[in-house]
């Protein structure tokens, strides 16, 4: 009797932490896609002024404003980094969100992908679930 109340507590947790992680996933994905959609006209503002910047000052060699130019360009390369990692943390949230589909979710993944010269960290350990369904 006992064994079969902690399995039954055991399964009830597991069945909390999978809605309650799918809510956190799907308002974390709608979040980063808005911040996305804001990084990309940003991007493209910041880049196109940079370039409009650099081209006037080489047009009138005036060396202060490429270097702005040269800023400008440099904080949209920020923005782009930004942006890509956003879209990498989405991949790897659809990615829990399918396995919470298919019922083979246990807990949320690594958002970081670990070193490839990390000996100590395989990959297969951190996609193996704890418990399998059977």
């Known amino acids: 009797m006992v064994n079969n109340d902690v399995s039954l507590q055991i399964k009830s947790m597991f069945d909390n932490n999978k809605v309650e992680d799918l809510k956190r996933f799907m308002d974390k994905r709608q979040c980063l896609n808005n911040c996305n959609c804001c990084l990309i006209y940003l ?56 396995a919470i589909k298919d019922d083979n979710y246990v807990d949320e993944g690594a958002l970081i992908e670990p070193e490839k010269n990390d000996k100590s960290v395989k990959q297969d350990d951190l996609n193996t679930p704890l418990i399998e369904n059977k």
């Open 43 to 98: 991007f493209h503002i910041v880049q196109s002024a940079g370039i409009l910047t650099t081209t006037i000052a080489a047009g009138y060699n005036k060396t202060y404003l490429i270097w702005i130019g040269v800023g400008l360009n440099l904080c949209a390369s920020l923005i782009n980094v930004y942006e890509k990692t956003n879209n990498n943390i989405l991949k790897k949230l659809m990615a829990d969100i399918k």
